[in-house]
């Protein structure tokens, strides 16, 4: 995100567990609730892990959360490109 690439995919290296990247923040349309359109600040999220001790669910819950946290933030309108 940091050099405005939209996604990436980490790789862990030992003794990692698990690793997040953010991609660039960009405004794109969005459907709203009211079936309107609206523009809305969006990025990439992803999470490389070690299966063998983080399970799927555990990862895939982490990010659901992180992506209701950041979703709340008014900040996140500073920096939106």
Same mark, same amino acid.
């Given at each position: 995100?940091?050099?405005?690439?939209?996604?990436?995919a980490p790789i862990i290296n030992q003794p990692q567990?698990?690793?997040?990247?953010?991609?660039?923040?960009?405004?794109?349309?969005?459907?709203?609730?009211?079936?309107?359109?609206?523009?809305?600040?969006?990025?990439?999220?992803?999470?490389?892990?070690?299966?063998?001790?983080? /399970?799927? !669910?555990?990862?895939? *819950? %982490?990010l659901a959360t992180l992506a209701a946290a950041l979703? /709340?933030? !008014?900040?996140?309108? *500073? %920096?939106?490109?």
């Amino acid at each position: 995100g940091m050099y405005g690439s939209l996604h990436s995919a980490p790789i862990i290296n030992q003794p990692q567990v698990a690793i997040l990247s953010i991609g660039a923040i960009l405004q794109k349309p969005v459907v709203l609730a009211s079936r309107e359109f609206g523009i809305s600040p969006l990025c990439q999220i992803g999470l490389t892990f070690d299966h063998r001790i983080v /399970d799927g !669910k555990m990862g895939a *819950n %982490f990010l659901a959360t992180l992506a209701a946290a950041l979703s /709340d933030l !008014k900040i996140l309108q *500073n %920096f939106v490109s």
